[in-house]
Nanobody, 124 residues
Framework: QFKVVESGGGLVQPGGSLRLSCTGS????????IAWYRQAPGKEREREGV??????????KYIYSVKGRFTISRDNAKNTVYLQMNSLKPEDTALYIC???????????????WGQGTQVTVSS
């Protein structure tokens, strides 16, 4: 069965850091663009991904609210994409969901293969 599995979420204080992982199971991620989306409590999943990385790892993309705080990276040897989140804010609280693109580039991909997500809660 082809799927992605997220991990690394948890409870952290404002200003803290977490690193999320998205690991492919049953297939290799290295041919695909990978994105992270989020869904805040009581809200729909955001239509725009928080960040996206091409299969090459070049020129990752971020939404404005996380630029300079979040970093996406990939280790194809480990079949894993990471999301390093620093300087976390309460408004970052959400279920973070990994999604596999239909192609190798973020700009040319649809994202329809979703993981179950990992919960991130930022609170003092």
């Amino acid at each position: 069965q082809f799927k992605v599995v997220e991990s690394g979420g948890g409870l952290v204080q404002p200003g803290g850091s977490l690193r999320l992982s998205c690991t492919g199971s049953g297939f290799t991620l290295d041919s695909y663009a990978i994105a992270w989306y989020r869904q805040a409590p009581g809200k729909e999943r955001e239509r725009e991904g928080v960040t996206c990385i091409d299969n090459s790892g070049d020129s990752p993309k971020y939404i404005y609210s996380v630029k300079g705080r979040f970093t996406i990276s990939r280790d194809n040897a480990k079949n894993t994409v990471y999301l390093q989140m620093n300087s976390l804010k309460p408004e970052d609280t959400a279920l973070y969901i990994c999604a596999v693109g239909s192609g190798s580039e973020c700009s040319a991909s649809d994202f329809g293969s979703w993981g179950q997500g990992t919960q991130v809660t930022v609170s003092s």
